[in-house]
Antibody, heavy 120, light 110 residues
Framework: QGQLVESGGGVVQPGKSLRLSCAAS????????MHWVRQAPGKGLEWVAV????????YYADSVKGRFTISRDKSKNTLYVQMNSLRTEDTAVYYC?????????????WGQGTLVTVSS | QSVLTQPPSASGTPGQRVAISCSGS????????VFWYQQFPGTAPKLLIS???QRPSGVPDRFSGSKSGTSASLAISGLRSEDEADYYC???????????FGPGTRVTVL
């Protein structure tokens, strides 16, 4: 099964940085790709980034490429996203999600989300 | 602007069948799986259909998925009030080299 718990959200000024964490438990963390997906207030889902199970491969949405960095720590069973040069349009609830077995698709295991507000 | 297209809304009365379309291109739906996700307000999305037409454990068989060419469809038969939610299709896009969600379809039970 599994559980994912995000943390690190908050209010940050434009141009600043923030790092989100996603603590995983209940499954073999190092066996699955992991995703970040976000949802701006009142808007649809926007996929942000994915990292392979071993951390060697990463893909990003064009909207965050060069500003966000996804990473993982297998010793801590934790997924991260480092968000730099934040913009007001990055304001959203950020979800982490476990990858669907053997693929780069989000599965049925998502965290509860953490809200990031970029505002001056 | 998503590379996948969905109607913004769909509706039906209890018991009816509702179908939601998801249109893409050869670089996404045409060559890769389609997944469908259900989301209720204020909650995380839930995987409804995987690999075009497979229901994960616990998903009622009222929900079904299909794919043909560069389009996919989610059908809800025997519509119930608890099916009121937002539905998103998603697929890997080989040209963009990343996953994409459709814009979502809000289903209303009249």
């Amino acid at each position: 099964q599994g559980q994912l718990v995000e943390s690190g959200g908050g209010v940050v000024q434009p141009g600043k940085s923030l790092r989100l964490s996603c603590a995983a438990s209940g499954f073999s963390f190092s066996s699955y790709a992991m995703h970040w997906v976000r949802q701006a207030p009142g808007k649809g889902l926007e996929w942000v980034a994915v990292i392979s199970n071993d951390g060697s491969t990463k893909y990003y949405a064009d909207s965050v490429k060069g500003r966000f960095t996804i990473s993982r720590d297998k010793s801590k069973n934790t997924l991260y996203v480092q968000m730099n040069s934040l913009r007001t349009e990055d304001t959203a609830v950020y979800y982490c999600a476990k990858g669907y077995s053997g693929s780069y698709y989000p599965s049925n295991y998502w965290g509860q989300g953490t809200l990031v507000t970029v505002s001056s | 602007q998503s590379v996948l297209t969905q109607p913004p809304s769909a509706s039906g009365t209890p018991g009816q069948r509702v179908a939601i379309s998801c249109s893409g291109s050869s670089s996404n739906i045409g060559t890769n799986y389609v997944f469908w996700y259900q989301q209720f307000p204020g909650t995380a999305p839930k995987l409804l259909i995987s690999t075009n037409d497979q229901r994960p454990s616990g998903v009622p068989d009222r929900f079904s998925g299909s794919k043909s060419g560069t389009s996919a469809s989610l059908a809800i038969s025997g519509l119930r009030s608890e099916d009121e939610a937002d539905y998103y299709c998603g697929a890997w896009d080989g040209s963009l080299r990343h996953f994409v969600f459709g814009p979502g379809t809000r289903v209303t039970v009249l």
